[in-house]
């Protein structure tokens, strides 16, 4: 018969030692050591509920207390050595507790299970991560006002279908990231209240014959309430699955302002230039300076939604309660939190290293008869319908066309062979400043108007 090795868990139930590959299989460590500072908080948190219930003595307390406060530092200063033999961050630290403290170690995992260990750790993992994300959201949605700020009368040509539609300044432009930021905030807020929750007390599976007071630990580590449901604390993931899907929106939204700012730098667009510090140039072609933090951004975003679906897909079949699938949830949550916040971090300096090319944005916006709507709405308002003032703009629009030139360059008795409603003022709304002035109300594109978003955005983030 083999023998066992003293360090397995579970020693007395086998006949062989796990196999070298199975071991390096199953075995979590080299990632979960992530959760070290997390997984200790915990602990001190139960074993401290452990002696106010009298599972454990005072004595023991003290020595778990001791025991963590060594291996916390040990961690910190990159001393501890972490064994895949143990398996998991929390087998290496409970191994290492007992080595310093003997049976006190050893009494830390009454009315406990790794079950509800790990689920606890990694919601403390997460709201952490939620709390840093959100300052970062900030920052960017700082570096977004401090940008639209100069540019409330910046006019560029807003599209739809890529095609020139209406004139609107750059600032709303902006500011509509800056709206799409304020609800990934909201998101994260309300990710947070259900993240924070804890599953300790739930043990295994089916909650622990110990006196235990589970409020007490929740109070202790800062949760707002206990989970409900033994089975369902340890193993459902939906929190974490939250989480990403909130990551998945942050960086779809940075996606999409990432492609914006590719093609505004794009030569045939000229509209921005972005500082040289996020830029690459090529090995081969020397005119080139490519705009690599935003294509990478744009890039990453697919590995950021390949995780939520990974997680939704880890979660689908598994059965009541715990499994070992849910060691998967690891390594995609880590990277998306690393893949968010670095993102965040570089994109709020990005946004702050744009140079604006106003003469630019301006010429595109003369360019595409962004004033059509303009002259259509100049006729409702002199009583025309709606759908006929369309058509006459339409026919106004081919005849300009024709001539290669934009509305407000035709003359009045031009313009009046499309209507004789048409009179001299007309070219007080054909401009681009009278077509962005006329959109004065909330959420419209009126410098006016965007000014006072902009205070009231500011007021927001400071809330
Ligand atoms: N490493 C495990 C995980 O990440 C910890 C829980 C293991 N529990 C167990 N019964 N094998 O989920």
Redesign the pocket.
């Known amino acids: 018969m083999a023998t066992m090795q003293d360090n397995q868990t579970w020693s007395g139930r086998f006949n062989e030692p796990v196999a070298e590959l199975v071991k390096r299989y199953t075995a979590?460590v080299d990632f979960?050591k992530r959760l070290a500072l997390f997984d200790i908080q915990g602990s001190l948190a139960h074993a401290q509920m452990l002696s106010n219930c009298k599972i454990i003595g005072p004595q023991d307390l003290d020595d778990i207390r001791r025991g963590l406060a060594q291996i916390e530092n040990e961690i910190i200063g990159g001393d501890f050595e972490w064994q895949l033999d143990l398996?998991?961050v929390?087998l290496n630290i409970e191994k290492r507790l007992t080595a310093l403290v003997g049976d006190a170690g050893k009494r830390l995992h009454t009315g406990r299970?790794?079950?509800d260990q790990?689920a606890t750790d990694i919601r403390l993992y997460l709201r952490h991560a939620v709390d840093d994300i959100v300052v970062l959201l900030k920052a960017l949605q700082t570096s977004l006002l401090d940008l639209a700020q100069h540019h409330t009368r910046t006019v560029m040509p807003g599209f739809t279908h890529l095609q020139v539609a209406q004139p609107v300044s750059f600032a709303h432009h902006l500011l509509a990231y800056f709206e799409m930021c304020q609800r990934d905030v909201e998101r994260f807020g309300d990710a947070r209240r259900r993240i924070n929750r804890l599953p300790l007390g739930a043990a295994a599976l089916a909650g622990t014959s110990y006196p235990i007071k589970r409020e007490m630990v929740a109070e202790l580590l800062g949760f707002e309430a206990v989970c409900q449901n033994s089975l369902d604390a340890v193993s459902d993931r939906d929190f974490a699955i939250e989480f990403t899907a909130a990551a998945a929106l942050v960086m779809t939204h940075l996606s999409r302002l990432s492609e914006e700012l590719i093609l505004w730098m794009s030569p045939r667009f000229g509209f921005i230039d972005i500082a040289d510090r996020f830029c690459t140039g090529s090995s081969i072609m020397p005119q080139k300076k490519n705009p690599d933090v935003p294509e990478l951004v744009r890039g990453k975003t697919g590995r950021v939604n390949g995780h939520l679906v990974a997680l939704l897909t880890l979660m689908k079949g598994q059965p009541l309660a715990?499994n070992?699938d849910?060691?998967e949830d690891?390594e995609p949550l880590f990277d998306t939190v690393d893949t968010l916040t670095q993102t965040l971090r570089i994109y709020a300096d990005m946004m702050r290293g744009i140079t604006v090319k106003p003469e630019a944005m301006r010429r595109a916006a003369l360019q595409g008869y962004a004033t059509a709507t303009d002259l259509a709405d100049y006729l409702v308002k002199k009583g025309l319908p709606f759908r006929d003032a369309h058509e006459a703009v339409a026919v106004a629009v081919r005849y300009a066309e024709q001539k290669g030139c934009d509305l407000a360059e035709l003359k009045l008795d031009e313009l009046q062979q499309f209507s004789d409603l048409i009179a001299e003022d007309i070219f007080g709304v054909l401009t681009l400043e009278g077509s962005l002035a006329a959109r004065n109300h909330t959420g419209g594109t009126a410098p006016q108007q965007v000014e006072a978003a902009i205070a009231r955005a500011r007021k927001l983030i400071h809330a």
Request: glycine content about 0%; hydrophobic content about 5%; overall charge neutral.
């Open positions: 979590s979960d398996e998991d929390h299970s790794r079950n790990v715990y070992k849910n060691q690891k």
